[in-house]
Nanobody
Framework: EVQLVESGGGLVQAGGSLRLSCTASGFNFDDYAFGWFRQAPGKEREFVAA????????YYAQSVKGRFTISRDNAKNTVTLQMNSLKPEDTAAYYCAASGTISYWPPGYDYWGQGTQVTVSS
């Protein structure tokens, strides 16, 4: 059974940090690129960051560039999103997703986690 399980969300004050983790199972982790997306109430799901299969290439939305860092550990089947200098507009449910190729669009991803809530207070 394919599973992506996110963890690490929570409530933080503006300027604070959170570290999200996504643990994958049920498929060959090394064969997939991974992305993080987020969705705020009443808004469409949007791209946040992505990493290639090897982790050598990373991609970020302009809104998080310089504040968020995506990384992966192929030995532990884990993808991490380090979020620093958080802003209230970062508040959303954050989702981990796996794809055969890098994509900025949700339909490009094959597997999804259930999401973890991040709330940033002002």
């Amino acid at each position: 059974e394919v599973q992506l399980v996110e963890s690490g969300g929570g409530l933080v004050q503006a300027g604070g940090s959170l570290r999200l983790s996504c643990t994958a199972s049920g498929f060959n982790f090394d064969d997939y690129a991974f992305g993080w997306f987020r969705q705020a109430p009443g808004k469409e799901r949007e791209f946040v960051a992505a990493t290639s299969r090897s982790g050598d290439s990373t991609y970020y939305a302009q809104s998080v560039k310089g504040r968020f860092t995506i990384s992966r550990d192929n030995a532990k089947n884990t993808v991490t999103l380090q979020m620093n200098s958080l802003k209230p507009e970062d508040t959303a449910a954050y989702y981990c997703a796996a794809s055969g190729t890098i994509s900025y669009w949700p339909p490009g991803y094959d597997y999804w986690g259930q999401g973890t809530q991040v709330t940033v207070s002002s």
